[in-house]
């Protein structure tokens, strides 16, 4: 896995003469954690332990940690510098970091319910600004099988990977299991759209339910309440069940970096007249003359200055 192997050279840089300690550190993932524990995958043994850690090192899901100490009696030591992370805005507007380390987003939505307005413009946007792929998947097909479908052309026409499927359907989740494959994939969406019922079709093993984790954590099968990260049968296959908000909420960030999350906007970089345009009222704006020209769906643009007036929130 590339991710790992820079991240390799990286501590062999930072730490010279400690090489036999990067395989350590390479070797235990966060999984999820708790107060000040944390449970820790090792991706040798396949086995999962718990490990403490002191309050300021605050490792998050998915993280690559160093341990020290034997048997029930871990710590981590050392968590490995992030590739990204995927972040939401906490309460004062600050990203707040969820989960670290990923290749692509899994983004759900759903007949019932229905997206609230903008949010798959806002998680692409977290998605832009934070590297990460993209992959839309509209769930519950069984429900209206072509509610979506003008969503799906629109995006599509965007490069952006689209499934439609339905968790009742079988023969519609092929292509949902093939996505997943050597990656580590975070699934996102509002509660109910059914990330976790995705999840265990991907897992095959009922490990939502019975897992060692749910035990221990004495969570149901139902409302996700923790990030979790859980390994797949594939190597480097990594799915990260995470909590379905109702309103995703993006950190407060300029309208310049709002816009850097439209890939769209990108071909017109450089060509507003004002180097700072806002592309909201500037003249000689290349944003809105492209989105005059229907270069530039309306959708879209005016979802953008939607969300730029919502970072009004955080003032
Ligand atoms: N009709 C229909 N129902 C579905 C489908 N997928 C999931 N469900 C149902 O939707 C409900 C919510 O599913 P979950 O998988 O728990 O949803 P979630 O996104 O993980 O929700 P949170 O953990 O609260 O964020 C459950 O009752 C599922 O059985 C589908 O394709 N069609
Ligand atoms: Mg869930
Ligand atoms: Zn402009």
């Given at each position: 896995m590339i991710v790992t192997e820079k991240k390799s050279y990286n501590t062999i840089d930072s730490y010279p003469g400690m090489t036999h300690n990067v395989v350590m550190i390479l070797k235990h993932r966060v999984r999820a954690t708790q107060k000040n524990t944390a449970w820790v995958f090792n991706t040798e043994t396949a086995e999962t332990s718990q490990a403490f850690f002191s309050r300021k090192l605050k490792p998050i899901c998915g993280d690559y940690v160093e341990l020290v100490g034997s048997g029930t009696d871990l710590k981590i030591q050392s968590i490995c510098e992030r590739d990204n992370t995927f972040d939401r805005a906490d309460r004062k507007g600050r990203p707040q970091h969820i989960a670290a380390n990923i290749d692509q987003m899994v983004i759900v939505l759903a007949v019932e319910p229905?997206?609230?307005?903008?949010?798959?413009?806002?998680?692409?946007?977290?998605?832009?600004?934070?590297?990460?792929?993209?992959?839309?998947?509209?769930?519950?097909?069984?429900?209206?099988?072509?509610?979506?479908?003008?969503?799906?052309?629109?995006?599509?026409?965007?490069?952006?990977?689209?499934?439609?499927?339905?968790?009742?359907?079988?023969?519609?989740?092929?292509?949902?299991?093939?996505?997943?494959l050597n990656k580590t994939s975070i699934i996102v969406g509002q509660s109910g759209v059914g990330k976790s019922s995705l999840s265990q079709f991907i897992l095959q093993d009922d490990s939502l339910k019975t897992g060692k984790l749910s035990q221990k954590t004495g969570k149901g099968a139902h409302t996700?309440?923790?990030?979790?990260?859980?390994?797949?049968?594939?190597?480097?296959?990594?799915?990260i069940d995470s909590p379905g908000v109702w309103e995703y909420g993006l950190w407060l960030m300029s309208a310049l970096d709002l816009a850097q999350g439209f890939i769209e906007f990108n071909v017109y970089a450089g060509q507003c007249k004002f180097s700072n345009c806002s592309h909201i009222h500037e003249p000689g704006c290349a944003i809105m003359a492209a989105t005059d020209a229907g270069e530039i769906m309306y959708e879209r643009y005016e979802s953008y200055l939607r969300i730029v007036d919502s970072m009004k929130y955080w003032s």
């Open positions: 229905a997206p609230t307005r903008d949010i798959i413009n806002r998680y692409l946007i977290a998605a832009e600004l934070n590297r990460l792929k993209a992959v839309l998947v509209f769930n519950k097909s069984d429900l209206d099988s072509d509610i979506f479908d003008e969503d799906i052309k629109r995006y599509q026409a965007l490069s952006y990977a689209t499934i439609k499927c339905s968790t009742k359907d079988i023969g519609s989740l092929t292509a949902v299991n093939d996505i997943f996700t309440s923790v990030t979790q990260l859980y390994p797949l049968k594939e190597a480097n296959s990594y799915l």
